[in-house]
């Protein structure tokens, strides 16, 4: 792994190296790949260098967890503003006085689940976002569970020929299919525009400099500059390749359990395997840059 790059976020600045030991938090790794569970810290008051501590173990282990956390909606949003500016969803629903505090929230009254499929955050904006931080207050008792996988993984598996193929494409991310009514449902009326980008198929991360793939089944509509039958061919194999078991970790909820994910290296899935009873949270996410 190649060494991280300096930090640039909002009271971070500061140089690190992979593999160091942690002084003021405690971290548990979940897999060889990707994530680890953090603990010793709270969340509602970390200190400064916990903080610089927290955005060195979320650029290494690509998703963090953290358990029995007990923060108000101003502090969650707090936390999440000292990794950046903070995003809003162009479709969900959002505590109100609050449009960057999403709810998440599914019971027996519900159709579907956010996230159901493999997706990264809202990848269909120009500026996707950095990371999603997600604080569950109530969940099933059993079931619920969120998958999050490697992209890095999942490029370094790749042949030296298929990335070769793949560096410099470009691909259409969309929101359309996605929200298409979610606007009217939340009655702020239907938008004859939805969200629409261009983003490569192989990304660098700004951070540790390592490359990851960057196509996802939620937003990702085609490869551009090939034939649609090769773009679809393409992106099938890239779908199965990149959900591979070997990639991912699994996180299983508790109530007060936080997951805070990177967006740029990681994708995720949650499992909606708990129906009728009722799961619900709230997201704060940050916003990320363009993709290169």
Not at 8 to 31: C, F, H, N, S, V
Not at 51 to 60: C, S, V, Y
Not at 113 to 137: R, T
Not at 261 to 271: S, T
């Amino acid at each position: 792994m190649s060494s991280l790059r300096s930090f640039d976020g909002p009271r971070i600045k500061a140089r690190y190296e992979p593999g160091q030991p942690y002084e003021t938090i405690r971290l548990d790794r979940m897999t060889p790949v990707i994530g680890a569970e953090i603990s010793g810290v709270d969340l509602a008051a970390p200190t400064n260098r916990q903080m610089d501590e927290i955005h060195r173990a979320l650029a290494e282990h690509l998703v963090i967890f953290f358990r029995d956390q007990r923060m108000t909606q101003d502090q969650h949003l707090e936390f999440g503003r000292r990794f950046g500016e903070l995003h809003l969803h162009p479709a969900a629903p959002h505590e109100p006085g609050h449009p960057e505090l999403m709810v998440i929230k599914a019971d027996e009254n519900s159709k579907r689940a956010n996230g159901e499929g493999w997706h990264s955050d809202v990848s269909c904006d120009e500026e996707p976002p950095m990371g999603s931080i997600l604080y569950i207050k109530e969940c099933p008792p059993a079931g619920g569970d969120t998958l999050f996988a490697s992209m890095y993984a999942a490029h370094d598996a790749l042949s030296d020929r298929m990335k070769a193929y793949l560096d410099g494409l470009v691909a259409e991310h969309s929101g359309e299919h996605v929200y298409r009514g979610m606007y009217a449902n939340e009655g702020v009326g239907d938008k004859p525009r939805y969200p629409r980008a261009e983003h490569p198929v192989l990304r660098t991360h700004p951070v540790t400099g390592r490359r990851a793939l960057y196509v996802n089944r939620g937003f990702t509509t085609r490869i551009l500059g090939i034939p649609r039958d090769e773009s679809d061919a393409i992106l099938g194999y890239l779908y199965e390749h990149m959900e591979n078991p070997l990639f991912q970790c699994r996180f299983r909820w508790q109530p007060n359990s936080v997951a805070f994910w990177d967006n740029r290296c990681a994708q995720h899935r949650a499992m909606w395997d708990y129906w009728p009873h009722r799961r619900y949270g709230n997201r704060v996410t940050v916003k990320g840059e363009r993709p290169v």
